[in-house]
Structure formats: C-alpha cells, structure tokens
C-alpha cells in the first residue's frame, strides 16, 4: 500500500507569515491528491484536490502544489482563522484512499 | 445543500456488533459514490470503506476488512456500515463522506457517530 507522510507534524507561525505543508507519497499518485483542514471540534473540510485546484470558496491565500510524489499546501498569508490540522489524502484508483497524518498549524 | 446524518454508534463490548446509518439527502444520492472515514479520540483520519454509486464495488481498509460491511440503499438514500467482531482500536468518530464526481476524494462530511468499544 501507498504510504503518505506529511511534515512537519506541527508548526507554530505569526499571522502573516507564509506556511507550507508537505506530503509526499511512498509511489508516485500522479496528482490524485487533496488536502483537507479540520478546525478544532469540527468536521473536516475539502481545500484542494487534484493537487492543486482549490475548491469553491476556498480562499486564495490556500494553494496546493506538487505531482507525482511530492505535494505541497501553502497558506501565503497565516490568518487566525487557519489554526487547524490540515490532512493530504490519496485517491489514486487503487484503494485504501490513505490520509496523511496530520499537520497541526497553531499561531505563535 | 448536502446533508449526511449518522446513527447508530454508541457503546459496545468488544466482540460485539454495531450498525451504523446515514441518511443523505440534497444531491442525487444514486449517482454519488460513498465511503466512511473514522477518527479516534485525539487521531487523524483514517479511511475505513467506499463504496460505488451502484452498490456493485466495495472496498475496506485492511484494520477492517472481513469484519465490517459496507452497503447502500439508493431507494432510501441511505448508507449502512456493519461492524462485527468490534475491537477496542475501533473506537472513534465515524464520518459518513460524500465522495466526487471526479475521484475518490470527500467533497462533504457528516457530523460523525462515536463508536465505543469497551468493557
């Protein structure tokens, strides 16, 4: 099975600042990839998908990058609002459809 | 708007069974493949099963495979997990998940159900 390994597990940023997430696939997924945040006590929320295309609403200052085996989420611009743990999933064709582990983003 | 409601979790010994439910209701349920997501206390997700618009294919993460059974019922836009021979490591939050169009991503999640599995 494909593994997805997220770093850094937590990061701790200033307002302001540009935050970049990264995972990256055991074998390449080519971009069969998303990312999701989940707020604190609340449900997860799709982002982006297809490595890079942000889903409607989303804000802009969220964009996703990356092919193969490596991917990144960027938060261009860190706001309040964004402290959550942000998840990459893989949904290449074959199953299981794995998550990485978590990155917790929390504001310094 | 897409709603996803889940029933049915609550406490159970180990070895014992749960059925959990979720009715969906503002898309075409029929059309849609669907998959259950669980997040035990203080975890990440973990992708548990999906299944195709149909009903014809199912797929089940290894922790999990040959214990729990997804299914559909698109007359009732419902969406079942059957879990037999529970273990404590099942305990969590299952989410009921919307999945796209376009791949086997989660474009909308329910509430979740706490499952419990404990003595």
């Known amino acids: 099975d494909i593994q997805m390994t997220q770093s850094p597990s937590s990061l701790s940023a200033s307002v302001g600042d540009r935050v970049t997430i990264t995972c990256r696939a055991s074998?390449?997924?080519?971009?069969?990839l998303a990312w999701y945040q989940q707020k604190p006590g609340k449900v997860p929320k799709l982002l982006i998908y297809a490595a890079s295309t942000l889903e409607s609403g989303v804000p802009s200052r969220f964009s996703g990058s990356g092919s193969g085996t490596d991917f990144t989420l960027t938060i261009s611009s860190l706001q309040p609002e964004d402290v959550a743990t942000f998840y990459c999933q893989k949904y290449n064709s074959a199953p299981p459809w794995t998550f990485g582990q978590g990155t917790k983003v929390e504001i310094k | 708007e897409v709603q996803l409601l889940e029933s049915g979790g609550g406490l159970e010994q180990p070895g014992g069974s749960l059925r959990l439910s979720c009715a969906a209701s503002g898309f075409t349920f029929s059309s849609y493949a669907m998959s259950w997501v669980r997040q035990a206390p203080g975890k990440g997700l973990e992708w548990v099963s999906a299944?195709?618009?149909?009903?014809?294919?199912?797929y089940y993460a290894d922790s999990v495979k040959g214990r729990f059974t997804v299914s559909r019922d698109n007359s009732k836009n419902t969406l079942s997990l059957q879990m037999d021979s529970l273990r404590a490591e099942d305990t969590a939050v299952y989410f009921c998940?919307?999945?796209?169009?376009?791949?086997?991503?989660?474009?909308?999640w329910g509430q979740g159900t706490l499952v419990t599995v404990s003595s």
């Open positions: 998940a919307k999945v796209a169009s376009s791949g086997w991503y989660v474009t909308n």
């Open positions: 074998q390449g997924i080519s971009n069969y």
């Open positions: 299944i195709s618009d149909s009903g014809g294919s199912t």
